[in-house]
């Protein structure tokens, strides 16, 4: 499995980015895709999730009401809509994806097999 992701760049505080991954999986089932981040200096955290069986997703807490995770099944893509940015924002965003996860895991990304390569995302105050 490979995942690309892009759409990172400069925005100002309260402007808004789209970052899309796109993935080579044939059958996403039981599939759960996700976006993790890390500033500099610090771990890298959870932002949110899809879960392609069912739709449901997940977020952090420092992005809900903000950012929105989607996907388009014909282009094999999930994407994250950010809104009202902030310069706590500003990270290397990547995603995931894992094919065995239970809910509980989620937020985990050492329960996670694929990774793509990051997109920076920086917010100017």
């Known amino acids: 499995v490979q995942l690309q992701a892009s759409g990172g760049g400069l925005v100002q505080a309260g402007g808004s980015l789209r970052l899309s991954c796109t993935a080579s999986?044939?059958?996403?089932?039981?599939?759960?895709m996700a976006w993790f981040r890390q500033a500099p200096g610090k771990e890298r955290e959870f932002v949110a999730a899809?879960?392609?069986?069912?739709?449901?997703?997940y977020y952090a807490d420092s992005v809900k009401g903000r950012f929105t995770i989607a996907r388009d099944n014909a282009k094999n893509t999930v994407y994250l809509q950010m809104n009202n940015l902030k310069p706590e924002d500003t990270a290397a965003y990547y995603c995931a994806a894992d094919s065995r996860l239970i809910s509980s895991s989620i937020p985990y990304e050492a329960h996670y097999d694929y990774w793509g390569q990051g997109t920076l995302v920086t917010v100017s105050s």
């Open positions: 999986i044939r059958t996403f089932g039981r599939f759960i």
């Open positions: 899809y879960k392609w069986d069912g739709g449901s997703t």
